[in-house]
């Protein structure tokens, strides 16, 4: 069973959408979050950590059902360079091992 | 500005040669790592360190090797034994045990096997 579950996609959506990537983990010991957004052959950076009360950045909305070991990531008034790969990522059970899973990653393309 | 140097950018390798990437980092981070992502997949962890002279294998151990002399430096050795080189290698770190920051990542090297 894979640590960190994600949609592969793609997703393929307009200018001005709303587009939600969803994302399950399997380890309830788990405790620190992020999404990463990783472009076309280069270095995933992270875009946001998700807290337990939902967080917000701008246009992007983070969120964390610890009970159903689900996260999520919703993108508003998505633009064109929000075209990317967007990587859910979990930590391991506890802080004496420290390593970090990601999923394979769900590919947006937003288009003009 | 402080960050993590990975070289080289690419790199071609001919069969049952050995390796190595470099990573750097000036952080100040105790803790760097060692990942592999192929196309399609998800990043398997090779190798991580938390302290200087210290390493454990990751999921994907088999025909690497690494060492960490200096907090700064986390080279990364791939030997004719890994049968299926190709991919894109990515180095990081995170200020330690303590994940809550996440990692910041190099730019990564390809490699090829050719």
């Known amino acids: 069973r894979k640590e960190v579950e994600q949609d592969p996609g793609p997703f393929n959506v307009p200018e001005g959408a709303t587009v939600a990537f969803n994302c399950t983990y399997s380890n309830s010991a788990s405790q620190s979050f992020f999404w990463y957004r990783q472009d076309c052959r280069k270095e995933p950076k992270l875009l946001m950590s998700v807290y337990s009360s939902g967080n917000e950045d701008g246009r992007f909305t983070a969120q964390l059902n610890r009970a159903s070991q689900y996260i999520s990531l919703l993108i508003r008034d998505s633009k064109l360079s929000d075209s990317a790969t967007y990587l859910c990522v979990v930590s391991d059970r506890g802080s004496t091992l420290g390593r970090l899973y990601f999923g394979r990653g769900t590919q947006l393309t937003v288009w003009p | 500005d402080g960050g993590i140097t990975q070289s080289p950018k690419y790199l071609f390798r001919k069969e049952g040669q050995n390796v190595t990437l470099s990573c750097e980092q000036n952080?100040?981070?105790?803790?760097m790592y060692w990942y592999r992502q192929d196309p399609g997949q998800g990043l398997r962890l090779i190798y991580y360190?938390?302290?200087?002279?210290?390493?454990q294998k990751g999921d994907i151990a088999e025909g690497y090797s690494v060492s960490r002399e200096k907090k700064e430096s986390f080279p990364l050795t791939v030997t004719s034994a890994q049968k299926n080189p190709t991919a894109f290698y990515l180095c990081?770190?995170?200020?330690?045990?303590?994940?809550?920051?996440?990692?910041?990542f190099g730019s990564g090297t390809r490699l090829t096997v050719v």
């Open positions: 360190s938390q302290i200087v002279n210290d390493f």
């Open positions: 952080l100040n981070h105790d803790a």
């Open positions: 990081a770190s995170s200020i330690g045990r303590n994940l809550n920051y996440g990692y910041t």
